[in-house]
């Protein structure tokens, strides 16, 4: 059975710190990766995603990046903002257009 | 252009009781999926549809769920003799189909089973 892992499951910093998100997977033979963002009471948002042939993407303030031969992918958010407080969720697909495998998520606090 | 909806918002009902919940997906998305996101966990996988048939219906917990989409469009998912376990939310994702498409989620229906 296919697990993906987050760590750590909360975490709180002040605003403008730099920081990683880490998510390790089990089976590295993925099809993509995805970052999510959920707020409070909220559906998730779709913040990255990095095909299996990729190795980082970035969008803003947010850089992905990904090593499936060794079942891992940080997300960094640099200058943290309080707006940045959510759940930040990890999800793998094993192939196209498939039932994504979600870790348990986590929840950032970005403190003003 | 409108996003995923779903129906209702939140549903509280009583155990034993029948319940239906809704999801109209993103208009042309011919994929759509069904997960459940208990309290401090992340959305497992329930049923995917391509189209109108259940192109795989592993995640379904028992027998007691099922789900139906059968114009290909507005899905709904519908959980029979509710127990309190059921208690949960209900997310419903949409995509196009495409091998390298993100899936889109809706806000998901906060079902509590009293």
């Known amino acids: 059975k296919q697990e993906v892992t987050q760590i750590p499951a909360a975490l709180s910093v002040p605003e403008g710190e730099n920081l990683v998100l880490n998510c390790s997977f089990t089976d590295s033979a993925i099809y993509n990766l995805q970052w999510f963002r959920q707020d409070p009471g909220k559906g998730l948002t779709s913040l990255l995603l990095?095909?299996?042939?990729?190795r980082e993407q970035t969008s803003g303030r947010l850089n992905a990046s990904l090593d499936k031969s060794s079942g891992r992918s940080t997300l960094y958010i640099a200058a943290s903002q309080p707006g940045d407080s959510a759940t930040y969720l990890c999800a793998v697909s094993y192939s196209g257009n498939t039932p994504l495998v979600f870790g348990k998520g986590t929840r950032l606090s970005v403190i003003a | 252009g409108a996003g995923v909806s779903q129906t209702p918002s939140n549903k509280v009902t009583e155990k034993g009781k029948y319940v239906e919940l809704r999801c109209d997906p993103i208009s042309g998305h011919t994929a759509l999926y069904w997960y459940r996101q208990s309290l401090g966990q992340g959305p497992e996988f329930l049923i995917y549809f391509q189209g109108t048939g259940a192109a795989d219906d592993s995640g379904l917990p028992n027998d007691r769920f099922f789900a139906v989409r059968p114009e290909g469009s507005v899905s709904t998912l519908k959980i029979q003799r509710t127990e309190r376990g059921d208690s949960a939310v209900y997310l419903c994702?949409?995509?196009?189909?495409?091998?390298?498409?993100?899936?889109?989620f809706g806000p998901g229906t906060r079902l509590l089973v009293l």
């Open positions: 994702a949409s995509s196009t189909g495409g091998r390298r498409e993100t899936q889109y």
């Open positions: 990095i095909q299996s042939s990729q």
